[in-house]
C-alpha cells in the first residue's frame, strides 16, 4: 500500500490550519478559509506527498538547480494577512515554484499574475492550478527581478522568499496605495517581515515581525570590494 493513500490530507490540513497558523495570529477568516480549502499535497512532489502539511517548506526544485521551495504555511500565511489582500486586488506573486501561494491569493484577490523563473516549475504551477480550477490566476516565466509590467500596476507584489534588497523594477510596478511585502534579510532572527506601502509616489517601509524563510536566489546585494 502506497503512503499517501494512509494520509488523511483534510485531517491534516485542519492541523495545519490549527497548529501552525491560528497559532500565530493568523486571525483573517478569509484566508484560514483559503488554506483550509487549498489542498497543498497537489503542490508537492510525490515523493513527499505524506509530508505535505509538516510545518516546514518543503524542496520543489530539480537536482541540479538553485534550491527552491513551498513556503512553511505559518510564515506564508501571516504574510499574506500583511498585504491586507482585497476582493478587487491584483496581485503580482513573485517566485511562485508549483502555484501553492497563487492558489491561496486566488481565494482572496481578483486576478493573480504568478511570476517562476524556472520554466519546469512554472509548467508544473499551470497543471496544479488548472487542476483546481483556477482561471484567475495567469502563470508566466521570466526574471524575478524584473517582475511582469505587461501586466502592472499590481496592488500587492508577494516576494516569495527572504531578500535583501527589492530591485526598482519591481516597486515602480506597484500601483498608488499598493504594497509589497517579503522577509528582509537572510539570517535568521535578524530577518524581518516588511511592507512597503507607495503613498504620493514614494515607498515606504515598516519591519512587521521577525521571521525566517529561505533566501531566494537572485535577491542578494551586490558584493562591494573594499581595498
Known amino acids: 500500500m502506497r503512503l499517501t493513500s494512509m494520509v488523511d490530507f483534510a485531517k491534516a490540513r485542519t492541523t495545519m490550519v490549527d497548529c501552525q497558523i491560528r497559532t500565530v495570529d493568523v486571525t483573517d477568516f478569509d484566508i484560514l478559509d483559503a488554506f483550509l480549502a487549498v489542498p497543498r499535497e497537489v503542490f508537492v512532489p510525490d515523493q513527499l506527498k505524506p509530508f505535505s502539511y509538516i510545518d516546514e517548506d518543503i524542496l520543489v526544485s530539480a537536482p541540479g538547480t538553485p534550491g527552491r521551495y513551498v513556503m512553511e504555511a505559518g510564515p506564508l500565511a501571516k504574510l499574506i494577512q500583511l498585504a491586507g489582500v482585497a476582493a478587487t486586488d491584483k496581485v503580482l506573486d513573485i517566485g511562485a515554484t508549483t502555484g501553492y501561494a497563487a492558489a491561496l491569493l486566488s481565494s482572496l ?47 500587492v507584489i508577494l516576494i516569495e522568499g527572504a531578500v535583501e534588497e527589492i530591485p526598482d523594477a519591481l516597486t515602480a510596478q506597484l500601483s498608488e496605495g499598493g504594497r509589497i511585502v517579503t522577509v528582509v534579510g537572510a539570517n535568521g532572527l535578524a530577518a524581518k517581515a516588511t511592507i512597503y506601502t507607495r503613498s504620493s509616489g514614494s515607498l515606504s517601509g515598516r519591519p512587521a515581525f521577525n521571521t525566517y524563510v529561505r533566501p531566494l536566489p537572485g535577491f542578494e546585494k551586490p558584493k562591494v570590494f573594499v581595498f
Open 109 to 155: 484577490a481578483a486576478s493573480v499574475v504568478a511570476l517562476e523563473s524556472d520554466p519546469a516549475l512554472a509548467d508544473q504551477a499551470r497543471a496544479n492550478l488548472a487542476s483546481l480550477g483556477k482561471t484567475n490566476v495567469t502563470v508566466v516565466t521570466g526574471s524575478l527581478l524584473a517582475g511582469y509590467s505587461a501586466a502592472a500596476p499590481y496592488d
